[in-house]
């Protein structure tokens, strides 16, 4: 009889500690690192062949929407930039003193961006999840169905 | 399509999906998905079920059109 292995997906949920740093600091894009405690609901799985399979599925579609709406942010704000609201870095950001002035058209470029970035950051890890989650009950599914037999 | 003649071998030496999956170390879902055709394993899973039941793997794994 082979021995069950701890799951080493398991792992990743210790990146939900940064979300709790996040909570202390009110920082959003580190408050997101809370769903990495999702991981820890694997830890008592197997990990065999069928559930890496299952994972690397999961995973190509995360990546798939992360390249999507990064590539829309990215045209987004190209052509943003393009219609004549973006300017040079040279003229959007100038020193005055002790201060930077900042155009306003850049730094809404820069929060459309950082937002973007969150957003991004949380729908793939939603993604990954939920196909993980579901590639996981149908194959429950298919046992229950087999219990019948 | 793969087709395997799992749940035939195991019927023939009474053993159930979990100790199956047990012996050959992997989840009963896994064995479930194998002998109704929605998952195609790996040579060394297809050898340690062939194993089990002291068969060739192409005896247990074969192509059904």
Known sequence: MKQAKKNPLSYLGWLGVIGIIG?????PWMITFLLFFFFFTYSRMVPDE?????????ATKAFAVNIGFQT?????LFFRAVSGKGIPFSEAVQASGGAYLVDANYLLSIIINSSMNVIIFIVTLCTFFFCLMRYNRQEKKFVEEDKTC | MLKTRIRELRARDGISQGELANLVGVRRETIGNLENGKYNPSLKLAMDIAK??????????FYED
């Open chain 1, 23 to 27: 909570i202390y600091y009110m920082a």
């Open chain 1, 50 to 58: 069928l559930f890496w399979s299952n994972v690397r599925r999961a």
């Open chain 1, 72 to 76: 829309l942010t990215f045209l987004f």
């Open chain 2, 52 to 61: 089990v039941f002291g068969e060739t793997v192409e005896d247990i794994f």
